[in-house]
């Protein structure tokens, strides 16, 4: 099983029910996806937009300008182990569900220093996708 840090936010972000999520905590986001952003005091007007992507639901902080998932909302509001949400969600996937996740993911090595910090900025803010973090980093280190 591929479980690199990156691979396991990978499928919380895509599996996860974010919009359930946020009904939980009282944020429901409007008709255009505006909403109030979870993750900092924002009580005067709508901070973030909740979208949903090939690769799951996500939120864009227009406070931070960050990108955020189900995977952040866990880990930063709820303060859960992800190692746990992660298992507990893995084990009630299907085999075909497992492979469409590696098939889509890719493969990654958490291990693999990451020598551009700014590229890893582009990813957590939605400007490079999992493959296209993949392939900056080899060209890093070629």
């Given at each position: 099983m591929n479980n690199t840090r990156l691979f396991k936010i990978f499928v919380i972000n895509y599996y996860g029910n974010l919009p359930k999520i946020l009904k939980d905590i009282d944020i429901e986001p409007q008709h255009n996806g505006l909403m109030f952003c979870p993750l900092h005091d924002?009580?005067?007007?709508?901070?973030?937009?909740?979208?949903?992507?090939?690769?799951g639901w996500h939120f864009f902080c227009f406070n931070e300008?960050?990108?955020?998932?189900?995977?952040?909302?866990?880990k930063q509001v709820y303060n859960l182990n992800?190692?746990?949400v992660f298992n507990e969600l893995w084990n009630k996937l299907t085999d075909a569900d497992k492979a469409q996740m590696y098939d889509l993911f890719g493969e990654v090595d958490d291990n693999q220093p990451i020598e551009n910090l700014e590229t890893f900025q582009k990813f957590r803010t939605?400007?490079?996708n999992y493959q296209q973090l993949l392939q900056e980093i080899c060209l890093q280190n070629q």
């Open positions: 924002n009580y005067n007007s709508p901070a973030a937009k909740l979208f949903k992507d090939r690769t300008q960050k990108q955020y998932g189900t995977y952040d909302v866990y992800m190692d746990v939605g400007q490079y």
